[in-house]
Nanobody, 118 residues
Framework: QVQLVESGGGTVQTGGSLRLSCAAS????????MGWYRQAPGKQRELVAG???????NYSDSVRGRFTISGDNAKNTVYLQMINLKPEDTAVYYC????????????WGQGTQVTVSS
């Protein structure tokens, strides 16, 4: 029933910016945390940034200072503002949400492609 819908991916040149959005299909839900992961071809998935409902954030070392994660609890929406993009940022970005319901549960977005050209 509840799904995560991502948008904002695309192709930019090195140094460009993109803003990713991830929204739940319904606002009548409460997530404990949301985050962004990415996976490049031939590489393992990695956590890019995460945010708790209380606003506590964490970032991978490779994006800290360039990416900013934020959320709108009322809309169950999370954003990832990416600036100074580099070719190594090229990957499929996946939105993730965690919540408690008889245990830890997760939802994943379908993924959105981010391509940074040299």
């Amino acid at each position: 029933q509840v799904q995560l819908v991502e948008s904002g991916g695309g192709t930019v040149q090195t140094g460009g910016s993109l803003r990713l959005s991830c929204a739940a299909s319904t606002s009548r839900f409460s997530f404990n945390a949301m985050g962004w992961y990415r996976q490049a071809p031939g590489k393992q998935r990695e956590l890019v940034a995460g945010i708790t409902r209380g606003g506590v954030t964490n970032y991978s070392d490779s994006v800290r200072g360039r990416f900013t994660i934020s959320g709108d609890n009322a809309k169950n929406t999370v954003y990832l503002q990416m600036i100074n993009l580099k070719p190594e940022d090229t990957a499929v970005y996946y939105c993730n949400a965690k919540f408690w319901l008889n245990g830890v549960n997760e939802l994943w977005g379908q993924g959105t492609q981010v391509t940074v050209s040299s």
